[in-house]
């Protein structure tokens, strides 16, 4: 079987890592996607124990095609009995990449009927549509002239985690925090710092990392209605991967926001969490640094307010300042960075002191944003 699991462009390498890691497989990087041969087995262990990837689906086909003729004979060609029982519901979900003289709902239509037609060729039965509540959700994508179709096996992204008890507008996405988190190259037994720690995601996703912590156990999955997926396999995984977490460890992990409703939001994340004593949230302006920290730190990793997000009236300034107080109060850590304005962050990072040694662009939606790590 061939699955493939998404996530978001530019960190493709991180969800492939993490994907070899967990299973022991050679996984193929396409944009914000990784491929794998591997088992139901195996698909069951990403998507519970996964911490970077958002969704996971089974690949039912793999091809060109030019035009939405193409789009149908090619969805009408598969065989849908081995995925969807008689008697469930299903959904097509579609999205679209380049230029098209057709939208992505007309994709969804197309496949939508072609599903419907292949299923009654095959087992006489007219399968029922829900688009609301589907049994099994067929997720097709057309980008440019590559045209995949897969069965989704996650249900609702795995980016939203079961601990989150509030709000902040400029959250960080889990899985992108958590692979930040890998990024630095931190490792359990070294401190991690956010001084801009917001609701908390990337301490977090320290946490959830640092403690092997499955996300995927926490939440229902769309595999458990699956008709090739054995009730007791996610059974016995889900033991095995809820032996290996790590639940006691002592890790230093902190977070610090300027903010006192960004840190109450954070703290109730962390109860709901249940990671209890993992991370240490307290309220705390960047400048203060040096007299909040208590111990020494060896990574931080932070998104600074983002400037048209957070209404910042000196972007330049206000990097180099907070920059330089970072450098100040923690002289020997790296510093690992999300940001969106490229130029005024690396000119704020060069003047506060740091030098550069990596740096990648990723796609947050619509919003082109940069990862650096700094020394
Ligand atoms: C982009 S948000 C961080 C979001 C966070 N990663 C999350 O997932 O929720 C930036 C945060 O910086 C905080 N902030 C702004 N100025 C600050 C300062 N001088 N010191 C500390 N925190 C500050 C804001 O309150 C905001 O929560």
């Keep these: 079987m061939i699955f493939f699991g998404t996530t978001f462009s530019g960190l493709e390498d991180v969800a492939a890592a993490e994907v070899s890691g967990l299973l022991g497989v050679e996984p193929e990087r396409d944009v914000a996607k990784v491929f794998f041969k591997g ?10 124990a996964g911490q970077t ?21 090619l969805a009408g060609s598969l065989d849908y009995t081995e995925v969807i029982e008689r008697g469930q519901s299903f959904a097509v979900r579609a999205d679209r990449i380049g230029s098209h003289p057709f939208t992505s709902l007309d994709i969804a239509a197309a496949v939508g009927k072609a599903v419907i037609d292949s299923y009654a060729a095959a087992s006489g039965v007219r399968l029922k549509v829900n688009l609301r509540e589907p049994d099994v959700e067929i997720y097709c994508i057309l980008r ?14 795995l980016h939203r985690r079961w601990y989150r008890a509030g709000y902040h507008r400029a959250a ?12 630095s190259g931190w490792k359990r037994s070294q401190s991690l710092l956010d001084p801009f720690c917001g609701s908390g995601t990337i301490p977090l996703e320290a946490a959830i990392h640092g403690l092997c912590i499955s996300p995927g156990l926490r939440r229902t999955l769309a595999l458990e209605k699956l ?12 033991e095995t991967l809820w032996r290996r977490e790590r639940r006691d460890e002592k890790l230093t992990i902190m977070g610090f926001d300027a903010s006192p409703h960004a840190v109450a939001v954070a703290k109730s994340s962390l109860s709901s969490s249940g990671l209890g004593e993992a991370v240490r949230f307290a309220v705390g302006d960047v400048y203060a640094l040096d007299r909040l920290l208590t ?12 400037g048209l997000r957070m209404r910042l009236r000196q972007p330049e300034r206000f990097y180099v300042e907070a920059f330089k107080a970072v450098k100040n109060a923690c002289p020997e850590a790296s510093l690992t960075v999300l940001f969106s304005k490229q130029a005024v962050v690396l000119r704020a990072l060069e003047t506060a002191g740091y030098s550069v040694l990596s740096m990648r662009k990723i796609l947050l939606g619509p919003i082109t944003a940069y990862i650096a790590t700094s020394v």
């Design 172 to 183: 960080l996405s889990p899985t992108v925090a958590n692979s930040m988190v890998r990024l």
């Design 227 to 238: 008709v090739f997926v054995e009730p007791e396999e996610v059974e016995n995984i889900r």
């Design 39 to 48: 088992s139901v087995k195996d698909c069951i262990t990403l998507n519970l």
């Design 53 to 73: 990837v958002n969704r996971v689906f089974l690949l039912l086909l793999r091809d060109k095609a030019e035009s939405l003729g193409d789009v149908e004979r």
């Design 144 to 157: 440019n002239e590559e045209f995949l179709v897969g069965v989704n096996t996650t249900g609702e992204s």
């Design 295 to 306: 111990s020494n730190v060896d990574r931080v990793v932070c998104n600074p307010p983002f």
